[in-house]
Structures are given as structure tokens and as C-alpha cells.
Nanobody, 130 residues
Framework: QVQVVESGGGLVQAGGSLRLSCAAS????????MGWFRQAPGKEREFVAA????????YYTDSVKGRFTISRDNAKNTVYLQMNSLKPEDTAVYYC???????????????????????WGQGTQVTVSS
């Protein structure tokens, strides 16, 4: 069983920054692609960002490009989401997800699909005030 724990959420004013962390244990972290999703009240869960197991490729939803950066530190079994220039519409519960099945063949669309991830964290709340 893979354990996934997010942290770093909180309350921030528009234009501010937060860095989310996702720590994973119980598996071979460096072999797993990692993703971030978010869900706002009354809305569907949406893809935010993903990073391949090597860290060589990253993917973002259009609304966060240029503002958010995903990275990983395999020595610490941790993936990060640096969020800058935050907007009120970024308010959501953010979830970290792990892909242990490694079915990616090089397409960007793969990581935007939530069903490819088989382990999820409990979520961390991000609230951006205007």
C-alpha cells in the first residue's frame, strides 16, 4: 500500500504564493509519475499538474501555466507544487495522486486523466482571498 500525504495549504491573498508538498511512502517513489488535482465546491475535480518519474517532463492545465510549477525530489519521496500569482479561482482542495502502474507511452493527455492514478492523498485546502 502506498501512503500519500499532502501539506502546505492555507489562506493567502490574491497575488500571493503557496508551496504544496506531497510525501509518498510504501513504494518505489522514483518509479512513479505524480499528479496534482483540485476540486472546488460545486465543481468537478480537475487536473492541475503532473510530472513524470524522471522529472523530465511536466504538464499543466492551461489556467495555471506560467503560475504553477511542479517538481520532485526523489531522495525525499516528495513532489511539490509551487503556486505563484494565486487567484480566487484557485481556491479548492488540492489532491496529490500517484501512478504506480506506469502505462504512459509518451503522450501528454495521459496524465490529465484521473483514472490513471491509483493512490490519492486526503487533500489540502487552499483558499485565496480577493
Amino acid at each position: 500500500q502506498v501512503q500519500v500525504v499532502e501539506s502546505g495549504g492555507g489562506l493567502v491573498q490574491a497575488g500571493g504564493s503557496l508551496r504544496l508538498s506531497c510525501a509518498a511512502s510504501g513504494g518505489t517513489f522514483s518509479n512513479y509519475a505524480m499528479g496534482w488535482f483540485r476540486q472546488a465546491p460545486g465543481k468537478e475535480r480537475e487536473f492541475v499538474a503532473a510530472i513524470t518519474w524522471t522529472g523530465g517532463s511536466t504538464y499543466y492545465t492551461d489556467s495555471v501555466k506560467g503560475r504553477f510549477t511542479i517538481s520532485r525530489d526523489n531522495a525525499k519521496n516528495t513532489v511539490y507544487l509551487q503556486m505563484n500569482s494565486l487567484k480566487p479561482e484557485d481556491t479548492a482542495v488540492y489532491y496529490c495522486a500517484v501512478d504506480t502502474r506506469r502505462r504512459w507511452t509518451g503522450t501528454s493527455g495521459y496524465f490529465r486523466t484521473d483514472t490513471v492514478y491509483d493512490y490519492w492523498g486526503q487533500g489540502t485546502q487552499v483558499t485565496v482571498s480577493s
